[in-house]
């Protein structure tokens, strides 16, 4: 693998992570309760840096 293919898989990770995390800012509360998450636990998983993913 390639230093561009690194490069493009981590930045195809960090869109894709930045997306769910602008969803689950989103979700109703019913929706996070499905997934057995809290408000709180949504919030810190949308605000984490993406290198702590």
């Known amino acids: 693998m390639h230093v561009t293919d690194t490069l493009r898989l981590w930045c195809e990770r ?3 992570r930045r997306l769910f995390a602008r969803e689950l ?12 998450m809290t408000r709180e636990i949504a919030y810190q998983h949308s605000h984490r840096p993406f290198w702590r993913a």
């Open 14 to 16: 960090w869109t894709e």
């Open 25 to 36: 800012d989103t979700l109703p509360d019913e929706t996070l309760r499905d997934f057995g």
